[in-house]
């Protein structure tokens, strides 16, 4: 009997309509208009440089740098935390940061911030039961919004300032910073790229962010945000946590390899700008209140830099999924990318999940979710796709959030259809859909939701209700 022709595999190029990154048959560790390079790996120590030789070696604070660079040091953790726990970068700069004229108080912007999330806040209300947006709109043409003035927040729990807590965020911009850039001492940015390419520029040197890719930004750091070239608007997410940092989960029994791999984790190589003598603004955001430093320097004069506090992205069409293979569902832990713990060791901060394509195999198993009523508050959100088709706000841009005990699960014809089923055949899944986001407030069960400005009140809020199908 002659064997079946071989079928030849053809290399997909469009990164929304793979099942996984290998589809793409490269050899790259990046899309393939990605301009920079990187260093790959998670939780090292990490040196680059532009000019070789400019690290000194032996030491980090030279009497006289190569150069005449300035030797200037940012410390993440406490001097004293245990080795495993203590986070620094050292950087040899042109200007040192102290060199600045002085700060601005309460700058103009238009932007929404808000970060303290305790119940005496006016500002912000509790709410315990399911809602929606619909796509959050773009900015209008005859306005510019750049990221400092397209930041808004939808919801969060705990304060900065008690180390512990969790914001949710939404920006849509039209406009590239220029000659600004952005700091932030409330915690650590968690950007995810919803429409457009993002060219983002920190001091450590330039990530570039596509739809389907995150990008984790330490606190401190100070970076930049521009359209990518081609691109006229920009949205996203991010989910900031203060008073933690974002970490690769524990496997477990699951072994040494599969969820997020940490040599997937692509960290900045040293980058300079070219003109280093332009007046420049550092927006400072503390507390959710936005200052700024005036200098007539460039941020980005790093000629090299040493540390494990560094910028990285990740591309979640490299997500390496578990699931069950024989019955009924493994929990959604399995599909957790990065955690940040919290004080409490058996319950994190905030959960980052990606629920995207990937295999469905378990027999005898009604395989829709369950109805459930979890500890947990979600927020989910659809990059791109179309969804899962329950209600306008799971289109590409929009979100929803269930908050802590609520009971939810899903009603749709497909629910009767499995019921019905006699038979469990192999399936792909969310094909359509993607990429789902889906931060988990673990250790915050109420969320609180700021008030919602005048751009936030034009994505329709919607209260969900459910349905029974008989």
Known sequence: MPAPPIKERTPIKDLTKVFHYTDTMTRKPTRDDDPYEYMAGFGNHFQSEVIPGTLPAGQNNPQEPRFGLYTEGLTYSAFTAPRHANFSIYM???????????????ITHKSDVENCFLS??????????????????????????????????????????????????????????????????????????????????????????QPGEI??????????IRLGLGHKVARGYIAEVSG??????????????GLANPRDFLHPVA?????????????????????AIDQDHSP??????????????????????????????TDPSVNCVLTAPSRDPATPLADFLWLGPRWDVASNTFRLPY??????????????????????????????????????????????????????EPRKILESLSLFLSSILSSHPSLLIAMSSALLDEATRMKTSQRFLP
Request: aromatic content about 12%.
């Open 92 to 106: 040899y700069r042109v200007r040192p940061a102290a060199a600045h004229n002085g700060y601005k108080s309460n």
């Open 120 to 209: 005496l806040n006016p500002k912000v209300t509790t709410l315990a039961e399911q809602g929606g947006w619909t796509p959050f709109p773009l900015p209008p043409d005859d306005e510019k919004i750049d990221f400092v003035d397209g930041l808004h927040t939808l919801g969060g729990s705990g304060d900065p300032n008690l180390r512990k807590g969790i914001t949710l965020y939404v920006f849509m911009i039209n406009a590239d910073m220029d000659r600004r850039a952005y700091c932030n001492t409330d915690g650590d940015f968690l950007i995810v790229a919803q429409l457009g390419n993002l060219d983002i520029q920190t001091e450590m040197g330039m990530p570039f962010l």
């Open 215 to 224: 990008c984790v930004i330490p606190r401190e750091v100070r970076f930049t």
């Open 244 to 257: 933690s940092r974002w970490e690769l989960p524990d496997l477990g029994p699951l072994g040494g390899h």
């Open 271 to 291: 980058h300079i700008d070219d003109d280093l003598q332009e007046d420049w603004e550092i927006v400072h955001k503390a507390n959710g209140q936005y200052n």
């Open 300 to 329: 980005f004069d790093l000629v090299a830099w040493h540390g494990n506090v560094a910028p990285y992205k990740y591309d979640l069409t490299k997500f390496s999924s578990l699931k069950a293979t024989s019955i009924d569902h």
């Open 371 to 424: 109805f459930h009523r979890n500890s947990a508050t979600d927020f989910l959100a659809c990059l791109y796709g179309s969804g899962l088709g329950r209600s306008d706000e799971f289109l590409p841009g929009g979100g929803s959030v269930e908050t802590s005990h609520t009971p939810h699960g899903s009603f749709s014809e497909d629910y009767v259809y499995e019921i019905r089923s006699q038979v469990n």
